[in-house]
Nanobody
Framework: QVHLGESGGDSVVPGGSLRLSCSAS????????MAWFRQAPGKEREGVAA????????YYRDSVKGRFTISQDNAKNAWYLQMNNLKPEDSAMYYC???????????????????????WGQGTQVTVSS
């Protein structure tokens, strides 16, 4: 089975930046959409960003648009989340996930829906506090 591993979480002050990484290894499961989700204590898991394996348009939740950027490196089976101008409300456990969406372009439309993703990483903690 494909294994997902996240890294890059840390504690930063408001306005700081972090880059999260996720790598996929092993297994042969197919996926065409790679995403980042987050979950804060007492809150539901929410989609942050998603991108198709073919690149192109990406999904972003409104609160991170202009601050976060998702990117991919298919040669490394990896994707990243560059987070700039972090705010305290961005504090959460961040999870990467993969899914097989049909049609593929729906990754940019529905990439924030947790139930569409079938494999998840263990999470990496992001804390934004002064």
């Amino acid at each position: 089975q494909v294994h997902l591993g996240e890294s890059g979480g840390d504690s930063v002050v408001p306005g700081g930046s972090l880059r999260l990484s996720c790598s996929a290894s092993g297994g042969s499961e197919s996926y065409n959409c790679m995403a980042w989700f987050r979950q804060a204590p007492g809150k539901e898991r929410e989609g942050v960003a998603a991108i198709g394996t073919g690149g192109g348009s990406a999904y972003y939740r409104d609160s991170v648009k202009g601050r976060f950027t998702i990117s991919q490196d298919n040669a490394k089976n990896a994707w990243y989340l560059q987070m700039n101008n972090l705010k305290p409300e961005d504090s959460a456990m961040y999870y990467c996930a993969v899914g097989l969406l049909s049609p593929a372009p729906h990754c940019a439309i529905r990439g924030g829906i947790p139930s569409l993703f079938y494999l998840w990483g263990q999470g990496t903690q992001v804390t934004v506090s002064s």
